[in-house]
């Protein structure tokens, strides 16, 4: 009991006249601060990542014929079989990465798709799923980056086909990827056949 009230009364003379109460009307803190400006050489360097990300951007920002809502999207590049894509628009391939594009501003989903597409691709996955909403109307804000999505995966050499989710993974609100193997991967596959045989 002392040394509680010892330890009390120790706080208090370290603290006398170094408290004061807060005033009424300043409960709360002051965001009247500005943070700090990026220097030019900060303002360069960004300036410069955009150029260089934009330049290796091959995406289409040009118009776009809109998709109707209701409609489910899909594809299916020449020489893939049809079963490829029955597959993937049944779920019957487990996506290994996800991508999620909704409210986000079409210049940042043309940016972060192209992002994932090549990352995903220097992962070695095959395939993705690509959650961009779906409006009601024709030309709501996710119609038009739905529409725009299924542009801009036919312009991948990679993308073999793409199909609207099962309604557990989105429904018409998201979009599976099927992405060609990549010789890594053919490799392994090739090495995996011989030893079987072997």
């Not at 395939?127 to 725009?148: E, I, K, P, Q």
């Amino acid at each position: 009991m002392n040394r509680q009230f010892d330890e009390d009364s120790d706080f208090t003379q370290l603290m006398a006249g170094k408290v004061r109460p807060v005033s009424k009307g300043r409960d709360k803190a002051s965001l009247d601060t500005q943070p700090a400006m990026p220097s030019e050489a900060q303002l360069a360097r960004r300036a410069s990542a955009e150029a260089d990300a934009q330049a290796a951007n091959f995406l289409s920002d040009e118009f776009v014929d809109l998709v109707a809502s209701i409609d489910p999207i899909e594809y299916r590049r020449d020489g893939i079989q049809t079963g490829v894509l029955d597959r993937l628009r049944q779920g019957g391939y487990a996506p290994q990465a996800r991508l999620h594009l909704i409210k986000r501003p079409l210049r940042d989903c043309r940016q972060e798709l192209f992002r994932f597409i090549e990352d995903a691709t220097a992962g070695d996955l095959r395939c993705l799923l690509v959650v961009h909403g779906r409006g009601r109307a024709l030309d709501s804000h996710a119609n038009v980056v739905r529409s725009y999505v299924a542009k801009w995966l036919q312009q991948f050499d990679q993308v073999q086909a793409y199909a609207s989710a099962v309604p557990s993974h989105g429904g018409i609100g998201a979009t599976y990827v099927m992405l060609r193997k990549s010789e890594r991967e053919r490799a392994r596959n090739r090495e995996r056949q011989q030893k079987r045989r072997g």
